[in-house]
């Protein structure tokens, strides 16, 4: 019974501290200049990373180290910490729920019109259109390892290997809740695909100049090469055939990179400014 209550309560305390930071965030845009100042770098960069780090990690830890915490003497260390997890992912499954309903409670002509929502439910079914929604949840922790990983690992290849610095904001941002009539459950996970893809875009950004810069050779598929291509231009601008030989690979190396930088893949911007200065911002 006693875990029961505590799981309870971790459930519970996630479902209301994520309620309330929905509620600022709403409230953010009604308090003159400087509200709308803070909305706008809640959207973007650092900012947006720390709404997300509230919403999606943070839960999952607190209710790892509550779970472990309260529970480990009854259950065990382990046990307890998963009880908890399992528990602030109930809370946050709750939240987005509650928040779907009130949010379009709020906007009933906009529920009424044109949605997303109405015309997936009817091409694939409703059941299957929202268990397929939610079932993509499974990458949010993904998603969020890779954003650490654009913070963790690529900044300081910038020093050691001139790789080109970026601004994250410049990829890492939504906007979507500024569309007119997209509210409740088309708004939540449309937010989410806006994060998703900029983190995304900014991850394979980054890897094309890590291939570029170490690894400049076609892979012997041509599948592959056909099926990477989009993401990785290079195979077809300057990457070294998969039958060429070490020399090649050499005389790329020594064409495209450079003692001064920076060393981006072979087709980014960058190359193009006079000078060789880079055109991206540095975080």
Same mark, same amino acid.
């Given at each position: 019974?006693?875990?029961? =209550?505590?799981?309870?309560?971790?459930?519970? &305390?996630?479902?209301? &501290?994520?309620? %309330?930071?929905?509620?600022?965030?709403?409230?953010?845009?009604?308090?003159?200049?400087?509200?709308?100042?803070?909305?706008?770098?809640?959207?973007?960069?650092?900012?947006?990373?720390?709404?997300?780090?509230?919403?999606?990690?943070?839960?999952?830890?607190?209710? =790892?180290?509550?779970?472990?915490?309260?529970?480990?003497?009854?259950?065990?260390?382990?046990l307890g910490a998963l009880v908890g997890l399992v528990a602030a992912v109930v809370g946050q499954i709750a939240a987005v729920c509650v928040?779907?309903?009130?949010?379009?409670?709020?906007?009933?002509?906009?529920?009424?019109?044109?949605?997303?929502?109405?015309?997936?439910n009817r091409t694939v079914g409703r059941w299957r259109n929202h268990a397929a929604v939610w079932w993509t949840a499974w990458c949010v922790?993904?998603?969020?390892?890779?954003? %650490?990983?654009?913070?963790?690992?690529?900044?300081?290849?910038?020093?050691?290997?001139?790789?080109?610095?970026?601004? &994250?904001?410049?990829?890492?941002?939504? &906007?979507?809740?500024?569309?007119?009539?997209?509210?409740?459950?088309?708004?939540?996970?449309?937010?989410?695909?806006?994060?998703?893809?900029?983190?995304?875009?900014?991850?394979?950004?980054?890897?094309?100049?890590?291939?570029?810069?170490?690894?400049?050779?076609?892979?012997?598929?041509?599948?592959?090469?056909?099926?990477?291509?989009?993401?990785?231009?290079?195979?077809?601008?300057?990457? %070294?055939?998969?039958?060429?030989?070490?020399?090649? %690979?050499?005389?790329?190396?020594?064409?495209?990179?450079?003692?001064?930088?920076?060393?981006?893949?072979?087709?980014?911007?960058?190359?193009?400014?006079?000078?060789?200065?880079?055109?991206?911002?540095?975080?």
């Amino acid at each position: 019974m006693q875990e029961l =209550i505590w799981a309870g309560s971790i459930a519970g &305390s996630t479902l209301v &501290s994520l309620l %309330v930071g929905a509620g600022v965030l709403h409230l953010l845009g009604r308090l003159g200049s400087a509200g709308r100042a803070a909305s706008e770098w809640c959207c973007r960069g650092i900012g947006l990373d720390l709404v997300i780090t509230w919403f999606t990690a943070l839960p999952m830890v607190g209710g =790892i180290a509550t779970g472990s915490s309260a529970l480990g003497a009854s259950l065990g260390h382990w046990l307890g910490a998963l009880v908890g997890l399992v528990a602030a992912v109930v809370g946050q499954i709750a939240a987005v729920c509650v928040w779907t309903v009130l949010h379009e409670l709020a906007h009933r002509d906009a529920v009424k019109g044109p949605r997303i929502v109405k015309v997936l439910n009817r091409t694939v079914g409703r059941w299957r259109n929202h268990a397929a929604v939610w079932w993509t949840a499974w990458c949010v922790p993904v998603f969020f390892v890779v954003r %650490v990983a654009e913070y963790v690992v690529y900044p300081p290849l910038t020093w050691l290997v001139r790789l080109p610095r970026y601004e &994250s904001a410049d990829w890492v941002r939504v &906007s979507r809740h500024k569309f007119k009539g997209l509210v409740g459950h088309d708004l939540i996970w449309c937010l989410y695909c806006d994060w998703m893809t900029g983190v995304w875009s900014l991850g394979t950004e980054m890897l094309r100049n890590v291939e570029s810069f170490w690894c400049p050779i076609r892979f012997d598929s041509a599948k592959k090469c056909a099926n990477c291509r989009t993401d990785f231009p290079d195979i077809d601008a300057g990457w %070294v055939p998969a039958d060429g030989d070490m020399a090649q %690979v050499e005389a790329v190396l020594a064409a495209k990179q450079s003692r001064e930088g920076p060393n981006a893949w072979f087709g980014h911007p960058v190359r193009l400014t006079v000078g060789g200065e880079a055109a991206d911002r540095a975080d």
